[in-house]
């Protein structure tokens, strides 16, 4: 549930309570006044009466006041406290019965004692409290639909600088070189919020830089070691009274220091990729290159007598030839490598798609993790890098790229 | 020939200079900018190795001091950065190849005997051994003047082989020079193997004498014995 959402709920759950409560101590109040109003009316009416009664020396009449209802009646008590109560109201005039209000009082006429009551219509009040009843009903319900509209609207107006930070995040990238900027906007917090998250982004970057920075010296600097190594092997090598065994083991080191060459460049690649650094993108036949490539690798295809397939459409892509090079060496090389004996390499190129698909292992790759550093078969003699950079290859050129494994082939799937 | 080494690592130093120096050939050595510059005002070599990343300086100020004096050396930048711009750059003011570090000798030795050759027989295209002779430009060969077919990697393999006579070159370097940097095929020594028995037939064939031997699996030797 949305922010703006959760709000509303509150927010009308505590009005409509508020409303409630309020319409009912409104309600007691205004009938409070209401009674109290009737109630001095109906005391100077019997002041009236007493008056009158004092006056002429006789009961008035019962149509000499109005429309109120006099009655009286003869009692043998001395005392009767003077009441007010609620009781029914007969309008002659209506046959309903309505509310009334009514004053019981003693009054005394010649030596007889008569219970005087007055009872007079509620009828005036009650309209009035329905309307105000109506009025503080309507106003409510405004007050209700304004307040579902602010929400929606002018809340999610004072959210949007909210959103527009979150879709900042979404589309921040680590290793781009642009710097994380938000816009500025009206509201404190928000502002806050983004300085704090652009302080952040920037320290973050800057952290990856100087990782980057240090991998790339770190991997420079094993160039050197690495190059003495292999001038004291090809030295160590012309001795031909070493014993078979000692070239052996020099044969082991060779191995070694070829396979940390090949790491070092293959490290030094990826970071030139994800740093941007190769930028020589020219418009390319990718199935020219591919046809070129399957040239250069017959020879190893021969040695395992793997048999291509090519299904070759005219392909135009504009990108590096040195990567797309690396890219076709790293799928070959792996299609080979991975093969069995008179194996089978499928190559596909359309519009949109370029298929790879090889023999190989029955059991199907992890398709998780197979584009992650270091993710290598068991018997594998590779890097472990060489899908990783076909994969950030694809990605510097906003490629997809896909492995799957139907019908005993491994796939991979590029599209454009 | 007649060669300076310009490189600050020493033990990579001396393994050329000594490398180099049992073919006959005059090595000097310096391990800076400001030694090296001074070893070229005054002397004339016919090829120069350059390692780019000097202590005091960078290497490319000398590609730039051959061009100011017009000398003519021929220039082969090493370089322990592989960046397309160094290699570039480093062409551009002059430099006649680029090879990044880590390398194998036989494959300095190839290369600096390629430039050196281009540079110093511009004219004279045939490169002579014992009875093989081969047409540089015309990438042919022949062997007693009957001509012998060479597939690309076999005559590339010979020419190697013939560039580092008389040593040991290891699998590992005739892999890389085969098949390159980018090939990540270096492990898969079974078509050296194939490459080197047909090159050895062909010659054979045509009435070479065998000059290439195997060492104990580690590599092969192309000797005039």
Redesign the interface.
């Given at each position: 549930m949305k922010l703006s959402a959760h709000y509303s709920k509150a927010s009308i759950i505590i009005t409509i309570s508020v409303l409630l409560v309020g319409a009912v101590v409104y309600f007691f109040a205004i009938n409070y006044i209401a009674d109290n109003q009737l109630n001095s009316d109906l005391t100077e009416e019997i002041g009236e009466v007493i008056e009158y009664v004092n006056f002429h020396g006789q009961l008035p009449k019962p149509v000499d006041f109005d429309e109120d209802q006099t009655s009286f009646v003869k009692t043998n008590q001395t005392y009767v406290p003077t009441r007010f109560f609620d009781t029914v109201y007969k309008n002659p005039k209506e046959k309903n019965p309505e509310a009334g209000r009514a004053i019981a009082g003693l009054i005394s006429l010649k030596g007889q004692h008569y219970i005087t009551t007055i009872t007079v219509s509620r009828e005036s009040t009650e309209d009035l409290l329905q309307i105000i009843g109506a009025i503080t009903l309507a106003l409510s319900i405004a007050l209700l639909v304004i307040l579902l509209i602010t929400n929606r609207y002018i809340l999610s107006g004072l959210w949007r600088p909210f959103y527009d930070t979150v879709n900042a995040l979404k589309a921040f990238n680590i290793s781009d070189s642009k710097r994380l900027h938000l816009k500025h906007n009206k509201v404190d917090e928000f502002n806050e919020l983004n300085r704090v998250v652009e302080t952040m982004a920037s320290r973050v970057k800057s952290d990856y830089q100087h990782l980057k920075h240090f991998t790339e010296n770190a991997s420079h600097e094993m160039l050197t070691p690495l190059a003495v190594i292999t001038a004291k092997l090809d030295t160590l090598i012309q001795d031909e009274t070493l014993k078979p065994e000692q070239f052996e083991q020099i044969n082991d080191i060779y191995s070694a220091a070829s396979k940390l060459s090949r790491l070092n460049q293959s490290l030094l690649l990826l970071v030139k990729i994800e740093n941007n650094l190769v930028d020589d993108a020219e418009l390319l036949s990718l199935d020219g290159l591919i046809s070129q490539k399957i040239r250069q690798f017959n020879e190893l295809l021969l040695t395992k007598d793997i048999n291509v397939i090519e299904h070759l459409e005219e392909k135009e892509i504009t990108a590096s030839k040195y990567l797309v090079d690396i890219l076709l060496n790293n799928l070959f090389s792996n299609a080979i490598r991975h093969n069995t004996d008179h194996g089978q390499v499928i190559i596909t190129l359309t519009a949109n798609k370029f298929i790879f698909q090889n023999t190989g292992s029955e059991n199907p790759l992890n398709d998780k993790r197979l584009f992650e550093r270091f993710q290598k078969g068991q018997k594998s003699e590779g890097t472990g890098l060489g899908l990783t950079i076909v994969k950030n290859i694809c990605n510097l050129y906003h490629w997809d790229i896909a492995y799957s494994h139907e019908n005993a082939f491994h796939t991979f799937l590029i599209t454009f | 020939m007649k060669l300076l080494i310009i490189e600050d690592?020493q033990?990579?130093r001396d393994?050329?200079t000594?490398?180099f120096n049992?073919d006959g050939n005059i090595c000097e050595s310096c391990s800076s900018l400001l030694g090296a510059i001074n070893k070229l005002s005054n002397y004339d070599y016919d090829c120069v190795l350059l390692d780019i990343g000097l202590p005091d300086g960078d290497g490319f100020a000398i590609l730039e001091y051959l061009k100011a004096q017009m000398k003519n050396e021929a220039v082969l930048i090493?370089s322990?950065?592989?960046s397309?711009d160094d290699k570039l750059k480093g062409l551009n003011i002059g430099a006649d190849d680029y090879l990044?570090?880590?390398?194998?000798?036989?494959e300095l030795k190839a290369r600096v005997v390629a430039i050196y050759r281009r540079k110093a027989f511009n004219s004279n295209n045939k490169l002579v051994f014992n009875e093989i002779a081969i047409d540089l430009l015309g990438r042919s060969v022949d062997v007693n003047q009957i001509p012998v077919t060479l597939t690309r990697?076999e005559y590339d393999m010979l020419l190697y082989f013939i560039a580092n006579k008389g040593?040991?070159i290891?699998?590992?370097?005739l892999a890389?020079h085969l098949w390159g940097?980018?090939?990540?095929?270096?492990?898969?020594f079974?078509?050296i193997y194939?490459h080197i028995k047909n090159l050895r037939k062909k010659l054979l064939e045509a009435t070479a004498n065998d000059y290439l031997r195997s060492?104990?699996?580690?590599?092969y030797k192309f000797s005039p014995q």
């Amino acid at each position: 549930m949305k922010l703006s959402a959760h709000y509303s709920k509150a927010s009308i759950i505590i009005t409509i309570s508020v409303l409630l409560v309020g319409a009912v101590v409104y309600f007691f109040a205004i009938n409070y006044i209401a009674d109290n109003q009737l109630n001095s009316d109906l005391t100077e009416e019997i002041g009236e009466v007493i008056e009158y009664v004092n006056f002429h020396g006789q009961l008035p009449k019962p149509v000499d006041f109005d429309e109120d209802q006099t009655s009286f009646v003869k009692t043998n008590q001395t005392y009767v406290p003077t009441r007010f109560f609620d009781t029914v109201y007969k309008n002659p005039k209506e046959k309903n019965p309505e509310a009334g209000r009514a004053i019981a009082g003693l009054i005394s006429l010649k030596g007889q004692h008569y219970i005087t009551t007055i009872t007079v219509s509620r009828e005036s009040t009650e309209d009035l409290l329905q309307i105000i009843g109506a009025i503080t009903l309507a106003l409510s319900i405004a007050l209700l639909v304004i307040l579902l509209i602010t929400n929606r609207y002018i809340l999610s107006g004072l959210w949007r600088p909210f959103y527009d930070t979150v879709n900042a995040l979404k589309a921040f990238n680590i290793s781009d070189s642009k710097r994380l900027h938000l816009k500025h906007n009206k509201v404190d917090e928000f502002n806050e919020l983004n300085r704090v998250v652009e302080t952040m982004a920037s320290r973050v970057k800057s952290d990856y830089q100087h990782l980057k920075h240090f991998t790339e010296n770190a991997s420079h600097e094993m160039l050197t070691p690495l190059a003495v190594i292999t001038a004291k092997l090809d030295t160590l090598i012309q001795d031909e009274t070493l014993k078979p065994e000692q070239f052996e083991q020099i044969n082991d080191i060779y191995s070694a220091a070829s396979k940390l060459s090949r790491l070092n460049q293959s490290l030094l690649l990826l970071v030139k990729i994800e740093n941007n650094l190769v930028d020589d993108a020219e418009l390319l036949s990718l199935d020219g290159l591919i046809s070129q490539k399957i040239r250069q690798f017959n020879e190893l295809l021969l040695t395992k007598d793997i048999n291509v397939i090519e299904h070759l459409e005219e392909k135009e892509i504009t990108a590096s030839k040195y990567l797309v090079d690396i890219l076709l060496n790293n799928l070959f090389s792996n299609a080979i490598r991975h093969n069995t004996d008179h194996g089978q390499v499928i190559i596909t190129l359309t519009a949109n798609k370029f298929i790879f698909q090889n023999t190989g292992s029955e059991n199907p790759l992890n398709d998780k993790r197979l584009f992650e550093r270091f993710q290598k078969g068991q018997k594998s003699e590779g890097t472990g890098l060489g899908l990783t950079i076909v994969k950030n290859i694809c990605n510097l050129y906003h490629w997809d790229i896909a492995y799957s494994h139907e019908n005993a082939f491994h796939t991979f799937l590029i599209t454009f | 020939m007649k060669l300076l080494i310009i490189e600050d690592e020493q033990a990579l130093r001396d393994n050329i200079t000594h490398y180099f120096n049992d073919d006959g050939n005059i090595c000097e050595s310096c391990s800076s900018l400001l030694g090296a510059i001074n070893k070229l005002s005054n002397y004339d070599y016919d090829c120069v190795l350059l390692d780019i990343g000097l202590p005091d300086g960078d290497g490319f100020a000398i590609l730039e001091y051959l061009k100011a004096q017009m000398k003519n050396e021929a220039v082969l930048i090493i370089s322990a950065r592989n960046s397309l711009d160094d290699k570039l750059k480093g062409l551009n003011i002059g430099a006649d190849d680029y090879l990044t570090k880590p390398f194998h000798l036989a494959e300095l030795k190839a290369r600096v005997v390629a430039i050196y050759r281009r540079k110093a027989f511009n004219s004279n295209n045939k490169l002579v051994f014992n009875e093989i002779a081969i047409d540089l430009l015309g990438r042919s060969v022949d062997v007693n003047q009957i001509p012998v077919t060479l597939t690309r990697k076999e005559y590339d393999m010979l020419l190697y082989f013939i560039a580092n006579k008389g040593k040991v070159i290891s699998k590992n370097a005739l892999a890389e020079h085969l098949w390159g940097d980018e090939m990540d095929m270096h492990d898969n020594f079974d078509f050296i193997y194939t490459h080197i028995k047909n090159l050895r037939k062909k010659l054979l064939e045509a009435t070479a004498n065998d000059y290439l031997r195997s060492i104990y699996g580690i590599g092969y030797k192309f000797s005039p014995q």
